[in-house]
T-cell receptor
Framework: SAVISQKPSRDICQRGTSLTIQCQVDSQVTMMFWYRQQPGQSLTLIATANQGSEATYESGFVIDKFPISRPNLTFSTLTVSNMSPEDSSIYLC?????????????FGPGTRLTVL | AQSVTQLGSHVSVSEGALVLLRCNYSSSVPPYLFWYVQYPNQGLQLLLK??????LVKGINGFEAEFKKSETSFHLTKPSAHMSDAAEYFC??????????FGTGTRLLVSP
C-alpha cells in the first residue's frame, strides 16, 4: 500500500484567509483524490487531480474556491480559499494502488481545519 | 448514480459480543464494495473489499462481510468485539473506475 503524508496535520485559520494543504505519496500515481469530511459526516469527493491536466471537480465544488495543483506524480496541493466557518472540516487526499480493484483507495491521515 | 445506506449512526456492543454493521447499496451495474475504518484522529484504513469474486470477504482484524445481491447488502461482521474495534466504519461503493461514494458512517462503541 502507498504511504501518504499530509501537511499540515491541523490548523486554525481566520475567516477570509486561505490555506494550502499538501499531499505527498511515496510512489508515482496517476490519479489523486481530495475529499472533505465535515464534522460528524461522511466523506465527500471534492475533485480528482491528474498530473498534467486540470483537476475534475464534483458537483458543488469549484476551482475558485478549491484550486488544486498537481506538479508531478507524487505530489498535490489543495487550497481552501476565502475561508468561512463552514469550511471547517477534515480534508483527506487519497490514491489508488498501482494495480488493483477499481475503487480501492489509500488515504492520507487528513488535515483538520478549523475556521474561526 | 450509485449510493450507499448505512443503518444506524451508532452501534453499541459489549466486549466479546457479535458486531454487525449494516450496509445497503444501490447500483445499476455490478458494484465494487468496500468497508473502511477510521480510528479517532486518524485517516481511513481499508478493512476489506468485494470485487465480484467470493461473496464472503475476509478482512483485517477479524472482520468479514458478505455480498448478497438479492438483498443489495454488504453487512460487516465480527464474531467477538474487542475494545480496540471502537471506531467509525464507512461502507463505500465505487462509482466509475475509481470514484468512491461513501455511506454516512457508523460509530461502533465497545463497552467492557
Amino acid at each position: 500500500s502507498a504511504v501518504i503524508s499530509q501537511k499540515p496535520s491541523r490548523d486554525i485559520c481566520q475567516r477570509g484567509t486561505s490555506l494550502t494543504i499538501q499531499c505527498q505519496v511515496d510512489s508515482q500515481v496517476t490519479m489523486m483524490f481530495w475529499y472533505r469530511q465535515q464534522p460528524g459526516q461522511s466523506l465527500t469527493l471534492i475533485a480528482t487531480a491528474n498530473q498534467g491536466s486540470e483537476a475534475t471537480y464534483e458537483s458543488g465544488f469549484v476551482i475558485d474556491k478549491f484550486p488544486i495543483s498537481r506538479p508531478n506524480l507524487t505530489f498535490s496541493t489543495l487550497t481552501v480559499s476565502n475561508m468561512s466557518p463552514e469550511d471547517s472540516s477534515i480534508y483527506l487526499c487519497s490514491v489508488p494502488p498501482g494495480q488493483g480493484t477499481p475503487g480501492t483507495q489509500y488515504f492520507g491521515p487528513g488535515t483538520r481545519l478549523t475556521v474561526l | 448514480a450509485q449510493s450507499v445506506t448505512q443503518l444506524g449512526s451508532h452501534v453499541s456492543v459489549s466486549e466479546g459480543a457479535l458486531v454487525l454493521l449494516r450496509c445497503n447499496y444501490s447500483s445499476s451495474v455490478p458494484p465494487y464494495l468496500f468497508w473502511y475504518v477510521q480510528y479517532p484522529n486518524q485517516g481511513l484504513q481499508l478493512l476489506l473489499k468485494y470485487t465480484s469474486a467470493a461473496t464472503l470477504v475476509k478482512g483485517i482484524n477479524g472482520f468479514e462481510a458478505e455480498f448478497k445481491k438479492s438483498e443489495t447488502s454488504f453487512h460487516l461482521t465480527k464474531p467477538s468485539a474487542h475494545m480496540s474495534d471502537a471506531a467509525e466504519y464507512f461502507c463505500a461503493v465505487s462509482e466509475g473506475f475509481q470514484k468512491l461514494v461513501f455511506g454516512t458512517g457508523t460509530r461502533l462503541l465497545v463497552s467492557p
